[in-house]
């Protein structure tokens, strides 16, 4: 009787799978941000089947993001294949997939396409989302700065916020698309504030003829009395200096202990006054990752 090939082969490796299952432990890791690649490394070595699930095939490098929002870098120069960082490990599969529910009595992980994989050890690494702290109607507003589409999205809305504005005859049009808020004053903020007003006072400095580039306002919203108020002590003092410093030198408006209490569509409101905007571009802090745990423990699902 004549056999397939191709199904001959897939039952090899079918067989040769179930029989690596049988004899080492298999490691789910889902996540391949850092936490995720780091285990992933450092299990590398060991007697054990290691599987990494992420929705995407690549590592990004998050705390550049901001260069790619503001067009300082290309969204390239940020990301790697996960295959080409873990190709030399024998014992690492890498799966592209969306990990929607994971059965923790069966030890199941499932993916988005229904499909099971068996676990021994499971190791959740999904990194953190963008907190709207009981606001989840801003993201649509002012996306975050946690992934790549996010970064692309800020991009789009900051250059098209000039190119709109090189346009506009209408001078009152004109001050509210080149005011820019960003609300948290952390370490993103900071850096995302800072980028746009060098890209605005520098980099697109004379490329638009029909623009005045000291119009441009930037304010940066924080609960804190300062910006990096909630680091480690002995970093206050000299995270502050140097953002006192940028701050003037951008032309950035530090708006500290002002909590923003809504946002609607080309306008804010902090807690005692609002103001017009047409470019709000940072959400407030990180919360917890993208799973959550049902009240039983059974079940630990895709939010």
Avoid at 37 to 55: H, M, R, S, W
Avoid at 98 to 105: F, P
Avoid at 159 to 182: G, M, Q, Y
Wanted: glycine content about 8%; aromatic content about 6%.
């Amino acid at each position: 009787m004549k056999r397939n090939v191709g199904q001959d082969q897939t039952t090899r490796a079918t067989e040769r799978a179930q029989s690596t299952a049988s004899t080492v432990p298999h490691v789910i890791i889902v996540g391949g941000g850092f936490g995720g690649l780091q285990t992933a490394n450092a299990l590398g070595k060991q007697a054990l089947q290691i599987t990494v699930i992420d929705q995407n095939n690549f590592h990004l490098f998050q705390p550049m993001l901001y260069q790619v929002a503001t067009a300082g870098l290309s969204p390239s120069d940020i990301v790697t294949p996960l295959r080409a960082l873990l190709d030399k490990q024998q014992n690492t599969d890498i799966l592209m997939a969306t990990v929607t529910d994971i059965d923790t009595q069966g030890q199941q992980v499932i993916m988005g396409d229904h499909q099971a994989l068996h676990y021994d050890s499971l190791i959740l690494a999904t990194g953190a989302t963008s907190n709207d702290f009981g606001h989840p109607e801003w993201a649509r507003l002012a996306p975050g700065m946690k992934t790549l589409d996010e970064a692309l999205t800020v991009r789009r809305r900051i250059l098209s916020a000039f190119e709109i504005a090189n346009r506009t005859p209408d001078p009152e049009r004109r001050k509210a698309l080149l005011t820019f808020v960003f609300v948290g004053g952390g370490p993103t903020g900071v850096e995302l504030a800072g980028a746009v007003a060098e890209l605005a006072h520098d980099t697109l400095k004379g490329n638009f003829k029909h623009m005045k580039h000291a119009l441009c306002s930037f304010r940066v919203f924080q609960t804190f009395s300062c910006a990096f108020s909630y680091r480690p002590p002995k970093r206050p003092a000299r995270d502050s200096s140097k953002w006192e410093w940028m701050s003037s030198r951008e032309s950035i408006s530090n708006i500290s202990g002002r909590e923003v209490s809504s946002l609607e569509r080309n306008r804010w409101k902090p807690r005692t006054s609002s103001g017009q905007r047409e470019c709000a571009l940072r959400r407030p802090g990180s919360g917890s990752g993208p799973m959550s745990i049902t009240p039983d423990g059974s079940r630990c699902r895709a939010t």
